[in-house]
């Protein structure tokens, strides 16, 4: 709604909304209920409409000043959808419309009172959740209990402890700020919990690649282990190298998502370094996967959600902070760049998440890339290691795919080394 209009205009605009959320919300309603006879439904899209409108007018009237005039008016539309679902709760135990009457009244108060964009979004929410019934239904009824209690601990982590914790500066050197050190673990767990949900969605069933793709998102390492050591048995089914490959490019990827979103100041020059190696690392698995026979593979490693190794890393992560903010002042930017190598030796994303902590004028955004594109390549030798070690000489593709992919990246680097050396 554009600012400066005439308050019956905005207004009518509010009132308006209103009436299209329950009209929306109603539309479902009523197309899920076409089939009973007329007569025997409490409400459709003419009930939801005017449900809608009345809730809008109740937020007009409270956001006028009549608060005790707003709430008399929401409380009597609840007070008579509850009374006329009553049967239908008794009969039918389904209290999905009857829940569905009230998100709408609430949303339309929400409308009336002036936030239509955030009304229309609900609404929007709202109509997806009831139109999506039998997916819903049968996703939970695929779960297993591992699977939910993964939900748990990441709500948990996600939702329990975040919005609890002080954003500010503590501890040595001032490198602690606990709100953004959660977020960390937030963030990380999180392609962790995705890569698991997709996992189950997709399962190994769908072969190798699909097991590589989905396990690379959350750790290519544990993936390239486990295609590896498959790979070494008579139980290969021939897709494994193509996997290994696939699963570092899905790692490039990722890393250059953590970068826009943790340390987005070097994005440009992180990019420039690790594309090549992206789409070497791409092409070479595609290659692979061309020649490679479909089988099923193994699944990805188990549930990822657990709470000590995420405060480990939290802790990783806060010792990390501790010791650039201790380079920064001892060392300057070359201190700090060699700190970031170290580090992200053992795990790239903790390098990743030092540099977003640093202050701007800590590291210049080519020296931090420089420093970062060089964790990734010692990252990738561990892989080619572990490919090696685990498959032996069935692994050469596979090792020929990582060496091609680390051959374009030290390129890179050593490129903009010279450049920046100059």
């Not at 696939?246 to 890393?255: D, G």
Request: positive net charge; glycine residues 12%; hydrophobic residues 55%.
């Amino acid at each position: 709604m554009p600012t400066g209009s005439p308050d019956w205009v905005e207004q009518a605009f509010a009132i308006g909304t209103a009436l299209a959320a329950g009209m929306l919300i109603g539309i479902e309603r009523g197309w899920k209920l076409k089939d009973q006879k007329p007569g025997t439904r409490v409400a459709g899209v003419r009930t939801f409409s005017m449900l809608g409108m009345v809730g809008g007018i109740a937020g007009l009237i409270g956001s006028l000043g009549q608060p005790i005039v707003a709430a008399v008016v929401a409380a009597a539309a609840a007070a008579i959808m509850v009374t006329a679902y009553t049967r239908e709760l008794q009969r039918q135990r389904d209290a999905t419309s009857a829940v569905a009457a009230l998100v709408t009244l609430a949303i339309c108060f929400l409308a009336g009172s002036g936030s239509a964009g955030l009304a229309i979004a609900c609404a929007a929410v709202a109509v997806a959740l009831l139109a999506m019934r039998s997916e819903l239904h049968g996703f939970v009824d695929r779960l297993e209990a591992a699977d939910v209690k993964a939900l748990a601990r990441y709500a948990i982590i996600a939702g329990a402890v975040l919005p609890f914790l002080p954003n500010g500066r503590y501890g040595p050197y001032g490198a602690w700020n606990p709100q953004k050190l959660w977020l960390v673990v937030v963030l990380v767990t999180g392609f962790s919990f995705l890569g698991y949900v997709a996992n189950r969605l997709v399962g190994a069933r769908r072969g190798t690649i699909a097991t590589a793709l989905i396990g690379g998102a959350y750790s290519s390492t544990a993936v390239t282990q486990s295609l590896a050591q498959r790979l070494g048995t008579k139980e290969a089914g021939g897709a494994e190298p193509a996997g290994i490959a696939l699963a570092t490019a899905v790692m490039y990827l990722r890393i250059i998502v953590l970068v826009g979103t943790l340390a987005t100041r070097v994005l440009l020059d992180f990019v420039a370094l690790i594309l090549p190696a992206l789409l070497v690392g791409a092409a070479a698995g595609y290659w692979l996967f061309r020649k490679a026979p479909s089988h099923e593979g193994p699944a990805p490693p188990g549930n990822p959600i657990a709470i000590l190794p995420a405060l480990g890393f939290l802790a990783f992560v806060a010792i990390a902070a501790v010791a650039a903010r201790w380079a920064e002042e001892r060392f300057g930017q070359r201190g700090i760049a060699g700190l970031l190598l170290i580090t992200g030796t053992m795990d790239v994303d903790t390098a990743i998440i030092t540099l977003g902590g640093l202050k701007p004028e800590a590291i210049g955004p080519p020296l931090a890339a420089l420093a970062l594109a060089g964790t990734v390549l010692a990252n990738m030798a561990v892989k080619l290691g572990i490919t090696l070690a685990y498959a032996r000489s069935k692994g050469l593709s596979a090792a020929l795919a990582l060496g091609a992919s680390m051959a374009a990246l030290a390129s890179s680097i050593a490129v903009a080394w010279v450049r920046l050396s100059w």
